[in-house]
DNA sequence: CTTCTGACTGGGA
DNA sequence: GTCCCAGCCAGAA
């Protein structure tokens, strides 16, 4: 219990809809530095199949405004499809604008 | 215990 | 604007 990842896990499910918020971001709220940002990223790549449904990892991108996704089952299109399914605007190079829709924690 | 990898970030070219 | 390099954190082998 309260683990890192679960704590992840916890925050990503805070994200509304029609939001993003980055790695850096989660880091930052769960350990106070965007230092472990990359193991925010690794929480979601070994997301269980249970939390899946469960927690929106989509909502997740990089400080960039950019899908970083390396994992081939979660594809860089299928998440993007899915934040234009939930009204966030992609840019013509793929990017979200994080100064619209960047959740900065409610 | 040590070692490595990884869905990141920031700064420099 | 984009691309490349080095640094940090947490977990698994």
Redo the contacts with the bound molecule.
Sequence with gaps: MS???DRVYEVVCRVPPGRVT????VSRVL?G???????????????PPDRVDEVP??R?I???GRV????QE?SASE?QARLMDEGVEFGL?D?VDLDRFGWDGE
């Excluded at 980055?22 to 971001?25: E, P, Q, R």
């Excluded at 472990?36 to 690794?42: D, H, L, N, P, Q």
């Design positions: 683990s890192f990842f980055t790695y850096g971001d350990t530095t965007a230092r472990s940002a990359r193991s925010v990223g690794w929480a979601l790549h070994g997301l990892w989509w997740v990089n400080s960039k970083s996704t390396s994992c979660h998440q190079d990017r």
